[in-house]
Each structure stands twice: as structure tokens, then as C-alpha cells.
């Protein structure tokens, strides 16, 4: 396999003419024939370049609107006739095919096409079948064809052809030859997920491609013996962590993107609601709250669970102020998410120079539709997001609520129990969130049994309460949310025991009518929702 080719004839036929010219110039001085298509050609000569049409190549015109000019022997043969291999010699010199040397194509603009909201027939137009082929032909003869698929790497290949005398290396070749396949492997994931997902409306197709392109890589992964990088999806998606701006501070590793994701999707249940804080630490949220001011939520956030807040990720639903950066940073803090800071809290801020600043611009849709995809040793689960939402309401069941005791919750407790709720969807199985006045009272999260989970919350509220100064923990007079059913009285009755008059919960136990008796026994209101939240 030969090291350096050699560019005598080069076909360009680009969709994204960015760089284009610059780039065709390059090649023109290193006396390189100019071979292009359609408006690519047109372009080129508007210019002043010498470009030979497809057609004087193929001797054959364009048609069908272009959709017919590369599909041709001459050029096909051009690209992946074998240098040196005589019968393939033999057969362009009898059939009148010249090589081919460099390709550059990059195809037609079929995501942003369905980005825009095109109707099935443009869409469908969009879906470049010359390119790809040209691209996966250059590509397979990589020990002689250069190919080049992104406007990025123009001024590399140029600076390419200047070191090696109007030549590529076979480094160079192999490297854009890896590129392009994984160009057109996206290329037909975008469109086949199309069909799938628009088109035929499958929620899980028979085959599910994903194609991502790596935005950074990470000093390490969850451990500093693992690697890791961050992957965003290619074509039409939403915004999210991966897409925020990073103010200051220093790199993010793996756990500070993963607990700031969590942030994330917690603070945007409150999208467009009164200022709202959340402090997630290792996932888990270990304070929420809402009040005037962000920094009354900060607050009131912190004062859940102090102790774990240090070094956490805070998330805030609306601009930073200066009086919330000053406040945030009374503590270490890893990671700061919102949609925007102004100009007194970034000046706060830029004091704590590891500390990261991220700006989202705004918050991501918590009813927004998707997949969640999670790997497992030979496979990988997929799921829809639990956009899920339950109208708390009002009156005497609400909505969506099926109030089960004999006293029904009053107006606060009903809202402390929809606040807690909705945080409960953000924590860890088993989950059980006491909640008052707009603030997570207390959290427990993760453990195996949901009656720790009730007993360690209920135990760090006393401890707050106590380095606070308070005369009795938050969970007195507060309400609580499961995410799943109480499979025993025992939980239950632990919350009662710390001090919860009111109860939210799926129901669905077998044992729901001893649960139920619990709390009519200790007069606690209880709504069941019908409506689980295990988060794993």
C-alpha cells in the first residue's frame, strides 16, 4: 500500500459550501482538475476556478433534478478502481475511466430538513443517495483516494497537500476514510429513525440506531481509573447540560455532569414558577425549595440537609442575582446550573475560580418526550422519560388524587404534598421526602427497605434541627411522599412518628387496607395516585 498519493483530479460536490472556495483554491495551485456537480460547479466558476461539469466526465447529463449524475461507471470507477492491480488498469483504460483522486462531499441537509418542519415530501427529497455512495467508495480505497467529508477539515488537508507536495499521506487517508463511514453511518441513523419514530410512529423499531458525536473528552470517568467523554446526539435533539455554556471554573469530570443532569431535570419541574433551588449530591437531591427570592430558596434548601450540601450541585430555576451568589457561595460548591447569572452574581462568582458556572439559557421541558437509554452487559434497556405529571387539584379528591382517610389533606398539606411529590420523581428508590412550607423538610434515598429510607430522613431533619438551633425538626406538621407503595404499616407509621400529618403515595399494596388504618389511627391524611416513581 503506497504511503503518499499523489492529487491530480479532484470531484466536488458539497450541500454545506462553507470553506468551499478557499479550499478548491488550495487545490488549484497544486494543479489539481477540478471535477464538480450543479450548484457546487456553479459556485467554483462564479469565482473564477476552471471546473469541469460531472458530465463531461461521465459523458452522460444530469437528470431527474440532479437526483441521477454520480451514480455513474466513470465515476465509481474512478474511485474504486485498485492503483497498481493490472486488471483493474486494464478495465478504465478500455473503458475510457480516469482516477479519481480526492472526493469531497459532504451530503444533503436531511436533519435540518426535518428540524425545520418540512413536509414528508421535502424531507424525503433530502435523502442524498450520490453522496453517501461516493463517500463509502472513496472510503473503501483509502490506500489511494483521499476523502473529505467536513468543511473542518479542509485547511488540514490543505496544509496536508503543501507538506507532501500536492500528495496525501496514508495516515491522512485512513483517518478521513474512518471519518466518512462514521459520517454516513449517522447519515442513515438520522434517517431510518425518521422513518421509524415520525414516519411509522414505532416507539421501539425493530432496529435502533444511535448516532452521536463526541463533544470532549474527560480527565476520567466515575474513578480516576476509568475513561470517559462526553457524547452529544447528532441531528434535531434537545438542549441540556451537554449544550451549557461553562462560565468559569475548572473541568468538569463525569460525576459533576451526571449529578448536574440530575439538577437539571429536578429544577425543571418548576420551569417558569417561583424561584426554586435545588442541591443534588450524588444524584440525589438533599434539598429543594421555593420562595420570593432565589436566595430565600437557597436558603430554605439548605437548611434540609447542610451537611450533605457541602460540595453539591446547585441547580436554580431562575437568573442568579448577586444575593443568591453571595449566599451560594457560603459554602463549597461544585457545580452552579441556571438559566443565566447576571452581571453581580458572575463578579461573585469568578472569587471561587474552581467553582463551575453553568448557564443553560433556559430549562428543558419537563414534559418533553424522548428515550433513556441504559447499558447492560450484553444489551441495553430503553425507556421513555417519566415525564408523568399528577394534578394535585382541589376539593375533596382533586383531579388525579384518590384521598383514602377518613380526613382529607387541608389546602397547605395538600400543596406540601404535591411540592413533595414531585421531588420524590428525583430521588433514588426507595424514596420517601418529607416536605413543608415549600421546602424538602427531609430526604431519604436509596436504601433497600422504604422504612430506613422513612427512619434516615426523619433521623438528618433532628440532625439539622439541632445545629440549627430549632425547638423541633421540619418534619412536624409536614407532608410525605413515597415514590412507591408502603408495602407494610411500619414506614407509615415512622413518618407519623417524625411528625408528618399527611401521606402521598401510589397505593397498589396488598396491604393498603392495614396502611390505610395506620393513618386514619394517628389522623394523617392520605392520596393515593395510582402513579409510581422508582428511580434506579
Known amino acids: 500500500?503506497?504511503?503518499?498519493?499523489?492529487?491530480?483530479?479532484?470531484?466536488?460536490?458539497?450541500?454545506?459550501?462553507?470553506?468551499?472556495?478557499?479550499?478548491?483554491?488550495?487545490?488549484?495551485?497544486?494543479?489539481?482538475?477540478?471535477?464538480?456537480?450543479?450548484?457546487?460547479?456553479?459556485?467554483?466558476?462564479?469565482?473564477?476556478?476552471?471546473?469541469?461539469?460531472?458530465?463531461?466526465?461521465?459523458?452522460?447529463?444530469?437528470?431527474?433534478?440532479?437526483?441521477?449524475?454520480?451514480?455513474?461507471?466513470?465515476?465509481?470507477?474512478?474511485?474504486?478502481?485498485?492503483?497498481?492491480?493490472?486488471?483493474?488498469?486494464?478495465?478504465?483504460?478500455?473503458?475510457?475511466?480516469?482516477?479519481?483522486?480526492?472526493?469531497?462531499?459532504?451530503?444533503?441537509?436531511?436533519?435540518?430538513?426535518?428540524?425545520?418542519?418540512?413536509?414528508?415530501?421535502?424531507?424525503?427529497?433530502?435523502?442524498?443517495i450520490g453522496g453517501p455512495s461516493m463517500v463509502r467508495s472513496a472510503a473503501k480505497n483509502h490506500a489511494a483516494v483521499t476523502i473529505v467529508t467536513d468543511p473542518a477539515d479542509y485547511a488540514l488537508v490543505a496544509a496536508e497537500l503543501d507538506e507532501q507536495g500536492g500528495a496525501t499521506s496514508l495516515a491522512m487517508r485512513r483517518r478521513l476514510a474512518a471519518k466518512a463511514y462514521a459520517a454516513t453511518a449517522a447519515y442513515d441513523s438520522a434517517i431510518s429513525s425518521w422513518f421509524a419514530f415520525s414516519d411509522q410512529g414505532e416507539a421501539f423499531p425493530e432496529t435502533m440506531t444511535v448516532a452521536m458525536s463526541r463533544s470532549s473528552e474527560l480527565r476520567y470517568g466515575e474513578n480516576p481509573h476509568q475513561a470517559a467523554a462526553v457524547y452529544t446526539p447528532m441531528g434535531p435533539h434537545a438542549a441540556g447540560v451537554a449544550q451549557a455554556e461553562q462560565v468559569q471554573g475548572k473541568e468538569l469530570s463525569y460525576n459533576n455532569l451526571n449529578d448536574a443532569d440530575g439538577a437539571l431535570d429536578l429544577i425543571s419541574e418548576f420551569r417558569g414558577e417561583a424561584p426554586t433551588i435545588a442541591i443534588i449530591k450524588h444524584a440525589n437531591p438533599c434539598g429543594v425549595a421555593t420562595d420570593e427570592t432565589v436566595e430565600a430558596a437557597y436558603r430554605a434548601a439548605l437548611a434540609c440537609d447542610p451537611v450533605s450540601a457541602f460540595g453539591g450541585i446547585i441547580a436554580a430555576n431562575r437568573p442568579l442575582d448577586g444575593a443568591a451568589a453571595e449566599a451560594i457561595t457560603g459554602i463549597f460548591t461544585e457545580v452552579v446550573i441556571a438559566p443565566d447569572a447576571d452581571a453581580d452574581a458572575r463578579e461573585i462568582f469568578a472569587k471561587k475560580k474552581n467553582l463551575r458556572l453553568l448557564l443553560t439559557g433556559e430549562l428543558p421541558d419537563a414534559a418533553r418526550t424522548g428515550?433513556?437509554?441504559?447499558?447492560?452487559?450484553?444489551?441495553?434497556?430503553?425507556?421513555?422519560?417519566?415525564?408523568?405529571?399528577?394534578?394535585?387539584?382541589?376539593?375533596?379528591?382533586?383531579?388525579?388524587?384518590?384521598?383514602?382517610?377518613?380526613?382529607?389533606?387541608?389546602?397547605?398539606?395538600?400543596?406540601?404534598?404535591?411540592?413533595?411529590?414531585?421531588?420524590?420523581?428525583?430521588?433514588?428508590?426507595?424514596?420517601?421526602?418529607?416536605?413543608?412550607?415549600?421546602?424538602?423538610?427531609?430526604?431519604?434515598?436509596?436504601?433497600?427497605?422504604?422504612?430506613?429510607?422513612?427512619?434516615?430522613?426523619?433521623?438528618?431533619?433532628?440532625?439539622?434541627?439541632?445545629?440549627?438551633?430549632?425547638?423541633?425538626?421540619?418534619?412536624?406538621?409536614?407532608?410525605?411522599?413515597?415514590?412507591?407503595?408502603?408495602?407494610?404499616?411500619?414506614?407509615?407509621?415512622?413518618?407519623?412518628?417524625?411528625?408528618?400529618?399527611?401521606?402521598?403515595?401510589?397505593?397498589?399494596?396488598?396491604?393498603?387496607?392495614?396502611?390505610?388504618?395506620?393513618?386514619d389511627e394517628r389522623g394523617l391524611a392520605m392520596a393515593f395516585t395510582g402513579m409510581r416513581h422508582f428511580r434506579h
Open 1 to 128: 500500500m503506497t504511503d503518499k498519493v499523489a492529487v491530480r483530479r479532484a470531484l466536488l460536490s458539497v450541500s454545506d459550501k462553507s470553506g468551499l472556495v478557499d479550499f478548491a483554491r488550495q487545490l488549484a495551485t497544486h494543479g489539481v482538475e477540478l471535477v464538480s456537480t450543479g450548484g457546487t460547479a456553479r459556485a467554483l466558476r462564479d469565482t473564477g476556478l476552471d471546473v469541469k461539469d460531472i458530465s463531461e466526465l461521465t459523458d452522460f447529463p444530469e437528470m431527474m433534478d440532479g437526483r441521477v449524475k454520480t451514480l455513474h461507471p466513470k465515476v465509481h470507477g474512478g474511485l474504486l478502481g485498485v492503483r497498481g492491480n493490472a486488471e483493474h488498469e486494464a478495465a478504465m483504460a478500455a473503458h475510457d475511466i480516469a482516477p479519481i483522486d480526492l472526493v469531497c462531499v459532504n451530503l444533503y441537509p436531511f436533519s435540518e430538513t426535518v428540524a425545520r418542519g418540512a413536509d414528508r415530501d421535502e424531507i424525503i427529497e433530502n435523502i442524498d
Open 371 to 519: 428515550l433513556l437509554l441504559k447499558t447492560i452487559a450484553g444489551g441495553m434497556l430503553l425507556q421513555s422519560r417519566d415525564n408523568a405529571l399528577v394534578d394535585g387539584g382541589a376539593g375533596a379528591s382533586g383531579s388525579d388524587l384518590n384521598i383514602v382517610t377518613k380526613r382529607a389533606p387541608t389546602d397547605a398539606e395538600r400543596a406540601d404534598m404535591m411540592f413533595a411529590w414531585r421531588v420524590a420523581k428525583h430521588v433514588k428508590s426507595n424514596a420517601v421526602i418529607y416536605a413543608k412550607g415549600g421546602s424538602t423538610a427531609a430526604i431519604g434515598a436509596g436504601q433497600m427497605s422504604r422504612l430506613d429510607s422513612a427512619r434516615i430522613a426523619a433521623s438528618k431533619a433532628r440532625d439539622a434541627a439541632e445545629a440549627a438551633g430549632w425547638d423541633a425538626p421540619r418534619t412536624q406538621g409536614s407532608a410525605v411522599a413515597s415514590d412507591a407503595f408502603f408495602p407494610f404499616a411500619d414506614g407509615l407509621v415512622a413518618c407519623a412518628e417524625a411528625g408528618a400529618t399527611s401521606v402521598i403515595q401510589p397505593g397498589g399494596s396488598v396491604r393498603d387496607e392495614e396502611v390505610i388504618a395506620a393513618a
